[in-house]
């Protein structure tokens, strides 16, 4: 079975502060793991995903499979910045793939 | 480029009564997910299609949920009858194929309210 827990529901931060959204997971094969970001009434999107290794919008995500942690990470929180955030789990069963989304964490910028 | 289309965007059922919901997918995209998201849950997979052909529908409960997407294009899911746990927003999501490199687009979702 796969599982993603992201433990804070509400995230509030001041502008200018480091912000860390944590997402641990559950899975017994190799993880690909994803975070997604939905904006006021914007649709879900995907911020990134860890084999890109990249940074999108200042947001970076190391995998730690000793951990089984992906969180999220951004050294200065812009007001834009404020959202849901879900962390996502591709797992296989046989051929097929799906994603297990977290149950999301509101990040809260302000000034 | 068009997003993924769904409607209607808000349903009001009773409990028992019977919905259905209509998602559009991006055009030329292979796979098409219906993703069901309780408020204060992330969304959790229904079913998935590539082309007409289901991949996945392990979580779909069978005994009153059903989806088809017939021509391989647009995509109906129908609850009948429906329950008070059924409130919830559906989202339909799409990619250009299964692959795991190909990102899934979501759509704007319909938000269920059965009283």
């Known amino acids: 079975a796969q599982r993603v827990t992201q433990p804070e529901k509400l995230l509030s931060v001041f502008k200018g502060a480091p912000v860390e959204l944590k997402c641990n997971y559950s899975?017994?094969?190799?993880?690909?793991l994803f975070w997604y970001v939905q904006y006021s009434r914007q649709r879900l999107q995907l911020l990134l995903r860890?084999?890109s290794r990249e940074s999108i919008k200042g947001f970076t995500a190391d995998l730690n499979k000793g951990e089984t942690s992906f969180h999220l990470k951004k050294p200065f929180a812009q007001e834009e910045d404020s959202a849901m955030y879900y962390c996502?789990?591709?797992?296989?069963?046989?051929?097929?793939?799906?994603?297990?989304f977290g149950t999301g964490t509101r990040l809260q910028v302000t000034l | 480029e068009a997003g993924v289309a769904q409607s209607p965007r808000y349903k009001i059922i009773e409990k028992r009564q019977s919905v259905a919901f209509w998602c559009n997918p991006i055009?030329?995209?292979?796979?098409l997910y219906w993703y069901q998201q309780i408020l204060g849950q992330g969304p959790k997979l229904l079913i998935q299609?590539?082309?007409?052909?289901?991949?996945?529908d392990s979580q779909l409960p069978k005994d009153r949920f059903s989806a088809e997407r017939l021509k391989g294009v647009d995509s109906t899911l129908k609850i009948q009858p429906a329950k008070l746990e059924d409130s919830a927003v559906y989202l339909c999501?799409?990619?250009?194929?299964?692959?795991?490199?190909?990102?899934?687009?979501f759509g704007p979702g319909t938000r269920l309210t059965v009283t």
């Open positions: 996502a789990l591709r797992g296989y069963t046989g051929t097929a793939s799906k994603l297990t």
């Open positions: 999501a799409s990619s250009l194929d299964l692959g795991e490199q190909y990102e899934q687009y």
């Open positions: 860890h084999i």
């Open positions: 299609f590539q082309n007409n052909g289901v991949v996945d």
């Open positions: 055009s030329g995209h292979a796979t």
């Open positions: 899975y017994s094969g190799s993880p690909e």
